[in-house]
């Protein structure tokens, strides 16, 4: 441990005299969790559709009004004939055009089936499907709202409930776990805290070594009675730090700003992150034992960094991936991490719940530390 | 100091490094006394540094011994590391932090005491006269302070032996007179040096020299004594400065002529190596093509003359 106190101060100086070290310490974080937690919002609402109503008496008011209740659609024109409506779904404008036509109102009131056109601009799947199935949803229950009405009148209904009212045969009964109002950030949040800290920590620390290396200081340390311990401890401890400090940065952003509350352990939750520090510093070694310039430590960092984002869990669920990028997904301490903080946050999760996890991220720590721990070694000798 | 006093700093038996199947020093021998200033020359990659990391410790030699203090470069080289100095040929302290702030962390490194802390500072600071720059980055210095500055932190902790790899390289004139002062002054505490150089100049200050070429030390000893060596100006050979007007056409001329051993160009001047048998008149005319304003003096050899004919000996020696 001989020369550790030396290094580990000369390292917050380095640290203090950086601005670009504070700038991606501190703003990255900040830029992330605007990104993920407020500007990428993956329920689809608002989408903007155009009505043709060429019967305009109350029903077909109700229909569009009922559509627009959902918050799923804005009425973004009333074009009067078949070409406007047309070319506002061409051009882009609209995403869902509604054709109600003229005997809409007529042909229900005389118990009569009615139709109505629904076009729905499929270039954009995720909004298209969206648009479906709140369109065929809200119908269905309407027409079912009606097949009640018109059944009591004639003294016929398929179910009773309870109280003996008219009712559906099967009543689903769907509550929503955890996150009831299904938010992004939620979601997104708590896995930032693991992307976050994996790519200051992943950069920084392969940083701060390949430089000394690059610049030859490294060289000059290896001639001073400075220890191996000393030196790896001495650098990597402050970045062990600030990665403390991002955590909780980006903890009381989550409670404070987004309104996610941590259901589970706090301390589960901090203890588990001390290990997937290590397990990223012993990364971080790793890239800084085979770049040989910073360049190269950048190079290698996106080569970790890109499937972690995309592969972990964080952005996209890891159930709809093909069997080998699933598997490969296994490979990366942050998939077992991604899946630990948001059980633990969201879920509520204990040690138990998350047994399989911990046990995965623990193997690739101790993996990765024997790895990069010995190829550190063997470039002193 | 309790140990006792070694009169032989350094000493290499036979030292001798491989790198995979590439020999890149094959068994030096050498010795450098206490408070000497040993010169170390030769071609990039004849294994000058290769050597000097060798009897820092930080390399371990595949077979042969050597010793720098007494202490073994392979078993004790933790030992040698708390005792010596070493100063790189390009600028290895960190550019972000301020020249007290180099000096202060490698103060550190050696875990020089507190108390003790100030006044070493206070004495290198004296040494190198870096005190005006000490709130400067390291960075900013301009060459001649970087390399003091360097200088500064290898003697942080009063080594016995301080190793300067091409310690001038890249430095104005002035600079490197000021730093080879520094060095002199240094010899005289009783520091002895290990350096290693380009310059013929920086070699004739040295109390000794060697030449390293492919991993051999084809040259040793004092300058004087080289300068005076049989190989270099055998008996029965004189060695002239010659000027004249058309010094190209001479030295082809001199390439051709028998009685002409060697020929270089040293600035305005030709130098020649002759039998001693010949008539240094007679042969200057053949020589300058009737010259008659053409002058010739007898000279003693350089060092660089030293370098340049034991190099070429040893490389028809490896040819043959």
């Given at each position: 441990m001989?020369?550790?106190?030396?290094?580990?101060?000369?390292?917050?100086?380095?640290?203090?005299?950086d601005?670009?070290?504070?700038?991606?310490m501190?703003?990255?974080?900040?830029?992330?969790?605007?990104?993920?937690?407020?500007?990428?919002?993956?329920?689809?609402?608002?989408?903007?559709?155009?009505?043709?109503?060429?019967?305009?008496?109350?029903?077909?008011?109700?229909?569009?009004?009922?559509?627009?209740?959902?918050?799923?659609?804005?009425?973004?024109?009333?074009?009067?004939?078949q070409?406007?409506?047309?070319?506002?779904?061409?051009?882009?404008?609209?995403?869902a055009?509604?054709?109600?036509?003229?005997?809409?109102?007529?042909r229900?009131?005389?118990?009569?089936?009615?139709?109505?056109?629904?076009?729905?601009?499929?270039?954009d799947?995720?909004?298209?499907?969206?648009?479906l199935?709140?369109?065929?949803?809200?119908?269905?229950?309407m027409?079912?709202?009606?097949?009640?009405?018109v059944?009591?009148?004639?003294?016929?209904?398929?179910?009773r409930?309870?109280?003996?009212?008219?009712?559906?045969?099967?009543d689903?009964?769907?509550?929503?776990l955890y996150?009831?109002?299904?938010?992004?950030?939620?979601?997104?949040v708590?896995g930032?805290?693991?992307?976050?800290?994996?790519?200051?920590?992943?950069f920084?620390?392969?940083?701060?070594?390949?430089?000394?290396?690059e610049?030859?200081?490294?060289?000059?340390?290896?001639?001073?009675?400075?220890?191996r311990?000393?030196?790896?401890?001495?650098?990597?401890?402050p970045?062990?730090?600030?990665?403390?400090?991002e955590?909780?940065?980006?903890?009381?952003?989550?409670v404070?700003?987004?309104?996610v509350?941590?259901?589970?352990?706090?301390?589960?939750?901090?203890?588990?992150?001390?290990?997937f520090?290590?397990?990223?510093?012993?990364?971080?070694?790793?890239?800084?034992?085979?770049?040989?310039?910073q360049?190269?430590?950048?190079?290698f960092?996106?080569?970790?960094?890109?499937?972690?984002v995309?592969?972990?869990?964080?952005?996209?669920?890891?159930?709809?991936?093909?069997?080998?990028?699933w598997?490969?997904g296994?490979?990366?301490p942050?998939?077992?991490f991604?899946?630990?903080?948001?059980?633990?946050?969201?879920?509520?999760?204990?040690?138990?719940?998350?047994?399989?996890?911990?046990?995965?991220?623990?193997?690739?720590?101790?993996?990765?530390?024997?790895?990069s721990?010995a190829?550190?070694?063997k470039?002193?000798? | 100091?309790?140990?006792?006093?070694?009169?032989?700093v350094?000493?290499?038996?036979?030292?001798?490094?491989?790198?995979?199947?590439?020999r890149?020093?094959?068994?030096?021998?050498?010795d450098?006394?206490?408070?000497?200033?040993?010169?170390?020359?030769?071609?990039?990659?004849?294994?000058?540094?290769?050597?000097?990391?060798?009897l820092?410790?930080?390399?371990?030699?595949?077979?042969?011994?050597?010793?720098?203090?007494?202490?073994?470069v392979?078993?004790?080289?933790?030992?040698?590391?708390r005792?010596?100095?070493?100063?790189?040929?390009?600028?290895?302290?960190?550019a972000?932090?301020?020249?007290?702030?180099?000096?202060?962390?490698?103060?550190m490194?050696?875990?020089?005491s507190?108390?003790?802390?100030?006044e070493?500072?206070?004495?290198?600071?004296?040494?190198?006269g870096?005190?005006?720059?000490?709130?400067?980055l390291?960075?900013?210095?301009?060459?001649?302070?970087?390399?003091?500055?360097a200088?500064?932190?290898?003697?942080?902790?009063?080594?016995?032996?301080?190793?300067?790899?091409?310690?001038?390289?890249?430095?104005?004139?002035?600079?490197?007179?000021?730093?080879?002062?520094l060095?002199?002054?240094?010899?005289?505490?009783?520091?002895?040096?290990?350096?290693t150089?380009?310059?013929?100049?920086?070699?004739?200050?040295?109390?000794?020299?060697?030449?390293?070429?492919?991993?051999?030390?084809?040259?040793l000893?004092?300058?004087?004594?080289?300068?005076?060596?049989?190989?270099?100006?055998?008996?029965?050979?004189?060695?002239?400065?010659?000027?004249?007007?058309?010094?190209?056409?001479?030295l082809?001329?001199?390439?051709?002529?028998?009685?002409?051993?060697?020929?270089?160009?040293?600035?305005?001047?030709?130098?020649?190596?002759?039998?001693?048998?010949?008539?240094?008149?007679?042969?200057?005319?053949?020589?300058?093509?009737?010259?008659s304003?053409?002058?010739?003096?007898?000279?003693?050899?350089?060092?660089?003359?030293?370098?340049?004919?034991?190099?070429?000996?040893?490389?028809?020696?490896?040819?043959?």
């Amino acid at each position: 441990m001989n020369g550790f106190w030396a290094i580990l101060t000369k390292e917050f100086a380095h640290i203090r005299r950086d601005r670009t070290t504070i700038f991606f310490m501190f703003m990255v974080p900040v830029i992330q969790l605007i990104i993920f937690g407020v500007a990428i919002d993956v329920t689809i609402d608002n989408i903007p559709l155009v009505v043709l109503d060429l019967d305009g008496r109350a029903e077909s008011r109700r229909l569009v009004q009922a559509l627009e209740n959902t918050q799923s659609f804005q009425v973004v024109g009333r074009p009067y004939d078949q070409e406007s409506f047309r070319r506002a779904i061409r051009s882009g404008r609209a995403k869902a055009g509604v054709l109600i036509p003229a005997e809409y109102s007529g042909r229900l009131l005389r118990n009569e089936q009615a139709e109505v056109q629904v076009l729905i601009d499929g270039s954009d799947s995720q909004i298209a499907t969206t648009a479906l199935n709140t369109v065929t949803l809200l119908v269905q229950n309407m027409s079912v709202g009606r097949a009640k009405s018109v059944g009591e009148a004639v003294h016929f209904t398929p179910a009773r409930n309870a109280s003996g009212a008219s009712a559906l045969p099967i009543d689903v009964r769907p509550r929503l776990l955890y996150n009831p109002d299904l938010e992004s950030s939620h979601f997104f949040v708590p896995g930032l805290i693991a992307v976050i800290l994996q790519m200051v920590l992943l950069f920084l620390t392969s940083f701060s070594i390949v430089r000394e290396r690059e610049l030859g200081t490294l060289e000059q340390l290896f001639v001073t009675p400075v220890g191996r311990g000393g030196l790896l401890f001495g650098k990597l401890i402050p970045y062990a730090l600030m990665a403390y400090g991002e955590l909780l940065i980006v903890l009381v952003a989550m409670v404070g700003i987004f309104h996610v509350p941590i259901s589970g352990s706090l301390l589960l939750l901090l203890g588990l992150s001390s290990l997937f520090i290590l397990t990223v510093l012993g990364l971080g070694l790793l890239i800084s034992t085979i770049a040989s310039t910073q360049l190269e430590a950048v190079q290698f960092s996106f080569l970790v960094m890109l499937p972690s984002v995309l592969l972990s869990g964080f952005m996209f669920p890891r159930s709809e991936m093909p069997l080998v990028i699933w598997l490969a997904g296994y490979l990366l301490p942050v998939t077992y991490f991604v899946e630990i903080v948001r059980g633990v946050v969201l879920r509520g999760a204990d040690a138990v719940d998350l047994a399989s996890s911990i046990l995965g991220l623990l193997c690739c720590c101790v993996a990765i530390l024997i790895l990069s721990l010995a190829r550190f070694r063997k470039q002193l000798d | 100091m309790s140990e006792p006093i070694f009169d032989t700093v350094i000493r290499t038996d036979q030292l001798t490094r491989d790198f995979g199947d590439f020999r890149a020093l094959s068994e030096i021998t050498l010795d450098v006394p206490r408070a000497s200033i040993f010169g170390l020359l030769g071609p990039n990659g004849a294994g000058k540094s290769t050597l000097i990391r060798m009897l820092c410790g930080v390399l371990k030699p595949t077979s042969g011994r050597g010793s720098v203090l007494g202490f073994d470069v392979r078993a004790d080289a933790e030992a040698i590391k708390r005792r010596i100095g070493y100063m790189s040929q390009r600028f290895s302290l960190y550019a972000d932090l301020s020249a007290i702030e180099n000096i202060r962390f490698y103060a550190m490194i050696y875990g020089i005491s507190t108390e003790r802390r100030r006044e070493r500072e206070d004495a290198v600071i004296a040494l190198t006269g870096i005190g005006p720059y000490l709130d400067r980055l390291g960075g900013h210095l301009s060459g001649g302070w970087k390399q003091r500055l360097a200088l500064a932190c290898a003697l942080i902790h009063e080594p016995d032996v301080i190793f300067l790899d091409e310690p001038t390289a890249g430095i104005d004139p002035v600079a490197r007179r000021d730093l080879w002062d520094l060095l002199f002054e240094l010899s005289h505490q009783g520091v002895t040096m290990f350096v290693t150089t380009h310059y013929m100049d920086e070699a004739e200050r040295c109390s000794k020299v060697g030449y390293l070429q492919g991993g051999e030390l084809i040259v040793l000893g004092t300058p004087n004594e080289l300068k005076n060596s049989k190989r270099v100006t055998p008996d029965d050979a004189r060695r002239y400065e010659v000027s004249c007007r058309d010094l190209p056409a001479a030295l082809a001329r001199a390439k051709s002529m028998k009685a002409v051993r060697d020929a270089t160009l040293f600035g305005p001047m030709l130098h020649v190596l002759t039998d001693a048998s010949a008539n240094p008149g007679e042969l200057v005319l053949e020589l300058t093509g009737g010259d008659s304003g053409a002058e010739f003096r007898s000279v003693a050899p350089t060092l660089e003359d030293v370098f340049v004919i034991l190099s070429r000996a040893e490389e028809a020696r490896a040819a043959s």
